[in-house]
């Protein structure tokens, strides 16, 4: 086939799955072209070594990556994210229906900053069908305003014509399938698709003296929160619980974000000696340190839109076969008990948490290693690349076999 990729992000900025998708479907013979953005992300600002221009292509066999300019603000206000993402749509508009006139079937990687693109390509090419692949359905939370504002509305409603528009609908849960389907897709087009990770780096290692020390001070056992210290992990709770057991365990945050102030001042407060921080490191790095800890903490606050998410770090966790100790709802936490890839409880629920924590303190280390193994047997089973890869090639052909029928 002749595949058409709509992405707002691609490499040499963190968007693996577009990415892998891109490289995996050329691999199998499909011509495959992309249309994308200026690298800016995370910072809002171009990479060095690059600059914005109309006419830059790159091509390498059956692979072919056009990039367009938008607005890079680079201040993360919602003024600013609204203006990339129309910038990005405008962008689109004016080059797309060349770029894209003779694919079969088109792939959209929808979070919310490409909805606007995908919207205006659905009205400017209405024969071409359309795969959306989504992450998340969060208008509100992304715009950051409140519900019935301005902007979450346009958004909602945008996404609500290409859920209606699309020959088919990839999402990672089925609790964000429901979601999708109140939103206006038709079920018979909807699919559950797992996320993947980069199979190339996250895979169980053994772990070197310099992770060691990272993360290990002593005999106690660590459990380690690795990635973004965000809004939509209630990482204070994590805080709390860890404080409680004093040297049972300890609590290791890996990375950065916006609620890293907070919850280093309420550990401050607490007095939480067991509650350590370590600077972001490179995903190179990670699964070393996964391995050096004892568990991986994965967290999400109880909120609605958040019982169908399923955090990106999850598939990487579980290739690696580290043991989860999940505090969460829905689909993430029904997920790893299936696997009995470790343990469980609801979230934003200190004292639960605590619990959690003291029972993975005294779990043997056989059993541990046991945890790891049925979670990296789960992700083989139901997360892989190649899995992922196979579901969302079945959906592009029978989506482009809508357009010759």
Known sequence: ??????????????AFVPASLAEQLAARGHEVRVLTGFPDYPGGHVYPGWRQRWRHESRSERLTVRRLPR?????GSVRSRVASWLSFAGSVAVTGRRFLADVDVLYVHQPPATVFASAALARLLPRLPMVLHVPDVWAEDVVGGAPGGRWPARLTAAMTRTYRAAAGVAVATSSLRDAVVAAGADPARVRVVRTWTDERIFRPTEPGPQARRLVRRDGRRVVMHAGTIGVRHGLETAVRAAATLGDTMDLVFVGSGGQERRVRRLAAELRADNVRFVPRRSPLEM???????DYQLVMLRDLPELRGALPGKLPAVLSCAAPVVASAAGDTAALVERARAGLSCPPEDWAQLADRFWLAATIPPAARTEMGRRGREAYLREMSLSAGVDRVEEMLRGAAVTRTS
């Open 1 to 14: 086939m002749r595949i058409g990729i709509l992405t707002y992000h691609f490499p040499p900025e963190p």
């Open 71 to 75: 607005y890079c603000g680079g201040d």
């Open 287 to 293: 699964p070393e340190l996964y391995a050096a800890a």
